[in-house]
C-alpha cells in the first residue's frame, strides 16, 4: 500500500489496520517514498524485551553471574510505625 503523508496524518487507523493484516505501508512525500511502516517479525522462539534491548545495543548481557546475596530482616526497635501512625492521626 501506497500513501502519501497528508492522507496518513488524515487516515492513520487506515494504514495501521493494512499494516495488522501483515501489509507494509510506503509513505510517500510528492509522490517520492520516504518510509515504510511494516509489521513486526513475530519470533518462534518468543524473543523478550531482553533480547530486543540486547540487539539493538542499549543493553549488554552480564559476563558472570553472580548468587543473589542473602537476605534476612533486621529486628527493629520502638513502637511499630502503624502504630505511631494512628497516634500522628489523632493528635491532628
Do not use: C, H
Amino acid at each position: 500500500m501506497r500513501i502519501g503523508l497528508r492522507e496518513a496524518n488524515q487516515q492513520f487507523s487506515k494504514a495501521m489496520k493494512a499494516v495488522k493484516t501483515g501489509d507494509e505501508v510506503v509513505l510517500t512525500e510528492r509522490g517520492k517514498p520516504i518510509a515504510v511502516i511494516k509489521p513486526l517479525k513475530k519470533s518462534d522462539k518468543g524473543e523478550t524485551v531482553f533480547q530486543r534491548l540486547e540487539t539493538a545495543g542499549l543493553l549488554r548481557a552480564a559476563t558472570k553471574s553472580l548468587p543473589l546475596p542473602s537476605w534476612t530482616p533486621r529486628p527493629l526497635k520502638g513502637a511499630p510505625l502503624s502504630k505511631t501512625l494512628r497516634e500522628e492521626r489523632d493528635s491532628s
